[in-house]
């Protein structure tokens, strides 16, 4: 890292990361050509990465991989949260090599630009985690011209005018803009291997098979950003599902019947969605239907019955993180990505946690002992990551 000075790029570079504080960072330029600003985080995940690009809960932040091998293994249009990226960019520390993968359809760098992100090679990742770690995720922006031309002032400008991400509401740029139900090939169930997503089920076959089984309990996810692994945890655990905004209102999401209601995860400073969130939860808490959180849900429905939120100094971002489960003591390892948590001592007397981080004992989880709601801070549905915490998803139905 260097002082904002040069504006030629050291011999070989292509890219380079600015920071607000005045930091610049040299590397090798891939994907998309341009800039973009945003929040600079770490993610410690070793696999999984189109599954993290294309988490909206990451819109308005660029990625640093404290893996070093990035790209190897390609990309495919299964291992997707979103149709498109959500993530800004990527850091990364080796250069992406062609990939040796026998689903790869595609090389990552190839997927980068056609998506329209940057990406930057050849970064010391671990000194880069580290100013992290310890000086906080900051505003940043990164850049690639294959020129290795770039006004470094003026990408200094650009980070420091940015105003973060406290205060900001970004569910209402990734949700879904309409109502649908969940189903047809891609969506369904889980992914198995050699079978992928599946077939869509023809309308006569489900016909059929709704006339010889029970009905399945309806879910109505708000999407504040969700992840399609979701959806398909909640049908594989025995729900039907509809997809409403995150704008949705009590009578639009009532009119469908639901038996319950889940919350999405999603992007950006919790208190700003809950201008128009939360007076929805808190009507939907009245209606006695159970309620799941997950995420930017979890923090809502914290909100929802008086709690407050937090930014993070660092956030927790990973596939490793190992959770307490407070009513038998069992950890489990969840994935992570959030920048902000809730304040245990803040929540009602209603309100008991049920989870909390081992890393940094901040809380995980909480469920409502006068209405039947819980949440958690941690994604259950993996994408990657371990399945320790499927069993919510379980739980949740089986509570219909």
Known sequence: ??????????????????????????????????SAVGEVCFH???????????????????????FPHIGNVGANPDDIEANDPHALGMIVREDVTGPSNFRSVERLDAWMAKHGRIGLSGVDTRALTRRIRGGGAPNAVIAHSASGEFDVPALLAQAQAWPGLEGMDLAIAVTTQTHYG????????????????????????????????????????VDYGS????????????????????????DDIMALQPDGI????????????????VPVIQKLLETGKPLFG????????ALAVGGQTTKMFQGHRGANHPVKRLSDGAVEITSMNHG???????????????HVSLFDGSNAGIELTDRPAFSVQYHPEASPGPQDSLYLFERFVGML
């Not at 189903?183 to 076959?205: M, T």
């Open 44 to 66: 410690t995940a070793m696999t999984g990465y189109q599954e993290i690009m294309t988490d909206p809960s990451f819109a308005g932040q660029m990625i640093t991989f404290t």
């Open 227 to 250: 992840k399609r692994n979701i959806f398909r945890n909640l049908v594989k655990a025995g729900a039907e599902v509809s997809v409403v905004p995150a704008t949705a209102s009590f």
């Open 182 to 221: 969940w189903g047809g090939q891609g969506d369904g169930g889980v992914w198995r291997l050699g079978a992928g997503y599946g077939e869509a089920e023809s309308a006569e076959s489900a016909t059929h098979k709704a006339n010889l089984a029970p009905r399945r309990p309806h879910v109505v996810a």
């Open 294 to 301: 997950i995420c930017l849900g979890h923090q809502l429905l």
């Open 340 to 354: 902000f948590a809730v304040e245990r001592d803040s929540l009602p007397a209603t309100a008991r946690e049920t």
């Open 262 to 277: 889940f919350l999405s995860n999603g992007p950006g400073d919790p208190a700003a969605t809950g201008v128009y969130a």
């Open 1 to 34: 890292m260097a002082d904002a000075k040069p504006v030629t790029a050291p011999d070989g570079a292509t890219g380079v990361l600015v920071l607000a504080t005045g930091e610049v960072v040299w590397g090798r330029g891939f994907g998309a050509e341009g």
